[in-house]
């Protein structure tokens, strides 16, 4: 199964922010990579959303619906600047 | 009603078939009715939610088809083992509903005002959809900035909007070139084989124009031809991407 | 009230009479969804080692080869995944965790699987001995391919699936139970499907 890209979760990350994701720029906490979250790489069929850095694979962040509920863990990311 | 739509909470909104179209043997174009849409760019994107009889749900995100201004539209390949597609490219009729939120994505939307360069579109399949949403933006509008296609499809009946992008090349100043993978009409002078940095680079715009590019389509094919376009010189900043699942739209069948 | 969508439905319903094999929340499937957190790692055998490490030393390792040449069985074994899909009736070939921890002194009360990849998963001592819990290898009679966790994942089919850690590399003991990838993230520590025990909390 392919991963897909930031794109597949603007509707998700909009929901979680109150505002589009897609364009805002995220620094990897691990390589430093710079870039826009459209453009990372998402693991959608899972218990949980995953977004790895496009660069080093390193996790950026994970969204998980718990009982109802949407969480987010930003641990990954250094920076996410909203465009 | 042409609207930016961009900011603030998205919530789900009951969506009514108005028309439905069939593009080729397995995809088809549903127009819809939201009563408080309130415009999109030109390459966003809708989640839609179906709900069962027994509060079976299921989500999936469809390029929106239609250019701003225009009546709201999506076009969805059936895929064959889908659970969504099949359902919305055989079963769903005129007046049926269900619920999207929109319009999503910001990064992957061309603006006339906002956006310099010539543009290169580069579809694979179904990664057609948000780029025809462009091109018919771009005629609207009245916009003479040179735009390229490359639409890379199995067949010729694989083609969706085959006659309107035939009227592009011929009438409004677009070039659109077919490479057909798999199989070829007889008498066929078009390209043949997948897109690859050789196609490329006979037809992308040279680097020098800081042409601005969007390439949509199944991941392999986006990841190869953007790795192609960055190897001849385009700045990667310049080359946006859309994935969508093996199963053809972004998210999964 | 959400508008029905006229006419649509699931894929798969819970055959007839099977109804109390299923875990409340779930529905039968007879597709193996793949569900990964990352990219699938394609190990050779030859480089794949299984490994029971404790306070920070290997106390065994068994190559590909060794590991092929310990006693193994067939296991028929319903699944549950949290994502609410189960199958029934699926057959795997493996090697018994308790083989393998027969060969380890050890009084640990926890493992925390680790697999290639970095995917991490916590069970109790108790969950992967007394016949629970194997190292499955191949599946429906030919080789476990990668996108379900091939060369060889974790199989604990009492538990929700994600504890059926895919590319499994080994297992660290532990004194105490450390949450792994997705219990971090919000999930059951435990995940007991008959409890509905998928979030943490539950």
Redesign the interface.
């Known amino acids: 199964?392919?991963?897909?890209?930031?794109?597949?979760i603007?509707?998700l990350l909009?929901?979680v922010f109150?505002?589009?994701m897609?364009?805002a720029v995220g620094t990897c906490a691990f390589c430093g990579r710079v870039g826009?979250?459209?453009?990372t790489v998402v693991y959608?069929?899972a218990p949980g959303t995953v977004v790895r850095c496009r660069t080093c694979g390193n996790v950026l962040m994970v969204l998980v619906e718990v009982r109802s509920r949407k969480c987010v863990d930003l641990s990954g990311l250094a920076a996410l600047q909203a465009? | 009603m042409e609207g930016t739509a961009?900011?603030?909470?998205?919530t789900?909104q009951?969506a009514t078939v108005s028309q439905l179209v069939d593009e080729t043997a397995t995809v088809r174009t549903i127009d819809l009715q939201v009563p408080d849409w309130a415009g999109h760019q030109a390459g966003q994107?809708l989640?839609i939610?179906?709900?069962?009889?027994?509060g079976?749900?299921?989500e999936r995100?469809y390029s929106i088809a239609s250019a701003p201004g225009e009546p709201l539209a999506i076009t969805v390949e059936r895929l064959e083992?889908g659970?969504v597609s099949p359902?919305l490219t055989e079963?769903l009729?005129q007046g049926?509903?269900?619920?999207l939120?929109?319009p999503?994505?910001?990064?992957?939307t061309w603006d006339r005002a906002r956006d310099t360069g010539p543009l290169l579109l580069v579809a694979g399949g179904s990664g057609v959809v948000p780029l025809r949403a462009i091109l018919r933006y771009r005629e609207r509008t009245g916009s003479t900035t040179p735009a390229r296609l490359l639409y890379s499809a199995r067949t010729l009946p694989d083609v969706i909007y085959h006659d309107e992008l035939d009227r592009y090349n011929h009438d409004h100043g677009v070039d659109v070139i077919y490479t057909l993978t798999r199989q070829q009409p007889p008498g066929w002078t078009g390209r043949t084989g997948r897109v690859n940095a050789a196609m490329l680079a006979d037809i992308a715009w040279p680097a020098s124009q800081n042409p601005l590019t969007f390439v949509c389509g199944?991941?392999?094919f986006v990841e190869a031809v953007a790795d192609a376009l960055v190897g001849l010189g385009y700045p990667a900043g310049r080359v946006?991407?859309?994935?969508?699942?093996?199963t053809g739209a972004?998210?999964?069948p | 009230m959400?508008?029905?969508?006229?006419?649509?439905?699931?894929?798969h319903q819970t055959p007839a009479g099977e109804e109390g094999r299923v875990p409340p929340g779930q529905y039968v499937t007879e597709?193996f969804p793949v569900l990964s957190a990352g990219p699938t790692p394609h190990t050779p055998t030859e480089k794949w080692t299984f490994s029971i490490k404790q306070g920070g030393d290997t106390e065994k390792s068994w190559s590909w080869d060794e590991m092929s040449a310990l006693p193994h069985e067939d296991v028929t074994a319903d699944i549950h995944c949290v994502t609410r899909w189960s199958k029934l009736d699926t057959h795997w070939q493996a090697v018994s965790i308790d083989t393998l921890l027969a060969q380890v002194n050890h009084d640990a009360g926890y493992v925390l699987a680790f697999c290639d990849g970095g995917y991490t998963t916590n069970l109790p001592l108790p969950d992967v001995t007394g016949g629970q819990a194997w190292v499955a290898f191949g599946y429906e009679g030919e080789p476990l391919p990668p996108e379900h966790g091939g060369p060889a994942r974790l199989l604990v089919p009492h538990l929700y699936f994600w504890k059926s850690a895919k590319w499994v590399r080994g297992l660290e003991l532990l004194d105490h139970d450390e949450p792994g990838f997705w219990e971090t993230y919000g999930y059951n520590m435990y995940g007991d499907p008959w409890k509905e025990q998928r979030y943490a909390g539950d």
Do not use: C
């Open positions: 199964m392919d991963a897909l890209d930031g794109n597949a603007g509707g909009q929901e109150g505002a589009d897609t364009a826009p979250v459209a453009e959608l069929r465009s | 961009v900011r603030g909470r998205l789900w009951v994107h989640d939610r179906l709900t069962g009889d027994d079976y749900r299921a995100s083992d659970e359902y079963d009729r049926d509903q269900f619920e939120r929109g999503i994505g910001l990064y992957f199944p991941t392999s946006k991407t859309e994935r969508f699942g093996a972004p998210g999964g | 959400s508008p029905l969508s006229r006419g649509f439905h699931r894929r597709d």
